[in-house]
Nanobody
Framework: QLQIVESGGGLVQPGGSLRLSCAAS????????IGWFRQAPGKEREGVSC???????NYADSVKGRFTISRNNAKNTVYLQLSSLKPEDTAVYYC???????????????????WGQGTQVTVSS
């Protein structure tokens, strides 16, 4: 059974850092595009970052230079390093996966097939 589980969320002060993990079971992450999305209270879910099967990545403008996505194929896990966090980064962060022939990963919700349950990130002093 294909399953995605996010972890690593928590409460952090502005300017702080967190590392989110997206662990997969039932399939090999390295042949999938993986996306990170977030949803703040009262707002629509939005794309944050994605990584394709060869390691190329994309970022939303709002997080460029602050967030870094990476993958560890041996651990079947994708990470999202969050740095220089701001209160507006507060949201539930979701990991999603899709197996696709596209060469470039995209930050569109409808492009992803499998979703995790999310992990809460709260940035507050």
């Amino acid at each position: 059974q294909l399953q995605i589980v996010e972890s690593g969320g928590g409460l952090v002060q502005p300017g702080g850092s967190l590392r989110l993990s997206c662990a997969a079971s039932g399939f090999a992450l390295n042949i999938y595009h993986i996306g990170w999305f977030r949803q703040a209270p009262g707002k629509e879910r939005e794309g944050v970052s994605c990584i394709n099967s060869d390691g190329s990545s994309n970022y939303a403008d709002s997080v460029k230079g602050r967030f870094t996505i990476s993958r560890n194929n041996a651990k079947n896990t994708v990470y999202l390093q969050l740095s220089s966090l701001k209160p507006e980064d507060t949201a539930v962060y979701y990991c999603a996966a899709v197996q696709t022939h596209r060469t470039v990963c995209v930050l569109r919700l409808e492009s992803y097939e499998y979703w995790g349950q999310g992990t809460q990130v709260t940035v507050s002093s």
